[in-house]
């Protein structure tokens, strides 16, 4: 089975770095995603890991280690508009299918 | 179209009515999945397609749970006889193809009350 751990609710001040820990336990890992989803909104893709290392994209970063089981999203230069829930999914690519496997989400609050 | 459709937005069910939920996938997505998302928690997955063809309804939590996506586009999610517990928002994705590492693009779902 797979295993997804991340903090549930997470604040931070706008114009700063807020880091979204992920750790997770799994068999045949294929790739590590971030979603970004505004309450009654659909996910939204921010990023993706399969190699270890740091992908930056803009204002955002993600990093993963395969050997530890362990992924962060970072999100620097914090705006209001970054409130929003953050799901972090893991895929198993079983004979093509690449469904997800979410974590619970960190709702994330960006305060004056 | 641009995105993935998915309608209705919002049903309210009365507890053993039957309910038909469609998703329109981005054109010429080859893979499509349903998710299911409780309040407050992450999308669960139910079940897979690659065209016209259901390679996974794992998650499927009984069999009052039935998809199809009969010419390899639309699909639909069926459930009959609902129970409250099937509240929940119902999440479509597709993706470009089946192999690889693609990236899904979700609906914004349907959010079916049972009463």
């Known amino acids: 089975g797979q295993n997804i751990d991340q903090p549930t609710e997470m604040t931070a001040t706008e114009g700063a770095i807020v880091q979204i820990n992920c750790t997770y336990q799994?068999?045949?890992?294929?790739?590590l995603f971030w979603y970004q989803q505004h309450a009654g909104e659909a996910p939204t893709f921010l990023s993706y890991?399969?190699?270890?290392g740091l992908e930056e994209k803009g204002r955002f970063s993600s990093f993963l280690s395969r050997s530890k089981g362990y992924s962060y999203l970072l999100l620097k230069e914090l705006q209001m508009k970054d409130s929003a829930s953050y799901l972090c999914?893991?895929?198993?690519?079983?004979?093509?299918?690449?469904?997800?496997?979410f974590g619970t989400g960190t709702r994330l609050t960006i305060i004056p | 179209g641009a995105g993935v459709s998915q309608s209705p937005r919002y049903k309210v069910a009365k507890r053993g009515q039957d309910v038909a939920l469609r998703c329109d996938p981005i054109?010429?997505?080859?893979?499509l999945f349903w998710y299911q998302q409780a309040l407050g928690q992450g999308p669960e997955f139910l079940t897979y397609f690659q065209n016209e063809a259901q390679l996974d309804k794992s998650g499927l939590p009984s069999d009052r749970f039935f998809a199809e996506r009969p010419e390899g586009s639309v699909s639909t999610l069926k459930i009959q006889r609902t129970q409250q517990e099937d509240s929940a928002v119902y999440l479509c994705a597709s993706s470009l193809e089946g192999t690889g590492q693609n990236i899904q693009y979700f609906g914004a779902g349907t959010r079916l009350s049972v009463l």
């Open positions: 890991n399969v190699l270890d």
């Open positions: 054109s010429g997505h080859v893979s």
């Open positions: 999914a893991v895929s198993r690519a079983d004979f093509g299918n690449e469904k997800l496997t």
């Open positions: 799994t068999s045949g890992f294929n790739g």
